[in-house]
């Protein structure tokens, strides 16, 4: 089994339009977790962390089960912007200061 | 939070040519960086683990005489790609854990060997 996840997509969703993203993870020791995203050709850039509680920042909400080891991230009123690759990163099961990639979502947002 | 910064961004270069990536950390003290791979439409894939002072730690699969990588000090680690083929064409990308905060990632070195 893969370290982490996800949904393999893509997505092609329209404006305005509400989209949820999955990922599981096999290290269930596991404590960090993340999502980023990352536009083509382009370096991997943090959209939020995911805490135990679930958080949310503005149109973003994270969802973390341990008992299930999985994680989601909710996109509503989805922009043209919001177009890129969605990568679910959780920390090594060999090294706490290493974390491992998901293979990403692709999300298009539709006119 | 952390600033990474990774040259050169683009690399055109003949097969056989050892390629020579920089990466900098600009206003943490690493003692440890990260080396990443990717390839088209594949996630990032984790190749070795920059050790300030002390060799390098490479994934399973990742040849170490292939990816010479150096920390020779707390702000910087190199990664020469040697005798670069065309199969080594990737996106190489390079952060920095600053510990209790997420990664910082470079911009990232597009390799192209023809």
């Known amino acids: 089994r893969k370290e982490v996840e996800q949904d393999p997509g893509p997505f092609n969703v329209p404006e305005g339009a509400t989209v949820a993203f999955n990922c599981t993870y096999s290290?269930?020791?596991?404590?960090?977790f993340f999502w980023y995203r990352q536009d083509c050709r382009k370096e991997p850039k943090l959209l939020m962390s995911v805490y135990s509680s679930g958080n949310e920042d503005g149109r973003f909400t994270a969802q973390l089960n341990r008992a299930s080891q999985y994680i989601s991230l909710l996109i509503r009123d989805s922009k043209l912007s919001d177009s890129a690759t969605y990568l679910c990163?959780?920390?090594?099961?060999?090294?706490?200061?290493?974390?491992?990639f998901g293979p990403g979502t692709s999300l298009s947002v539709i006119p | 939070g952390a600033v990474v910064s990774q040259h050169p961004s683009w690399v055109i270069c003949k097969s056989g040519t050892s390629v020579k990536i920089e990466c900098r950390s600009l206003?943490?003290?690493?003692?440890?960086m990260f080396w990443y791979r990717q390839f088209p439409k594949q996630s990032l894939m984790l190749m070795a683990t920059s050790n300030e002072g002390s060799k390098a730690t490479y994934e399973q699969g990742v040849e170490k005489d292939k990816f010479l990588i150096n920390h020779a000090s707390l702000t910087l680690s190199t990664l020469t790609v040697t005798s670069a083929h065309p199969e080594d064409s990737s996106f190489y990308i390079c952060s920095v854990y600053p510990g209790n905060q997420p990664q910082h990632f470079g911009d990232g070195t597009r390799l192209s060997i023809l």
């Open positions: 290290n269930s020791a596991s404590q960090s």
């Open positions: 206003d943490f003290q690493a003692t440890t």
């Open positions: 990163v959780v920390n090594s099961e060999t090294s706490y200061d290493k974390v491992i």
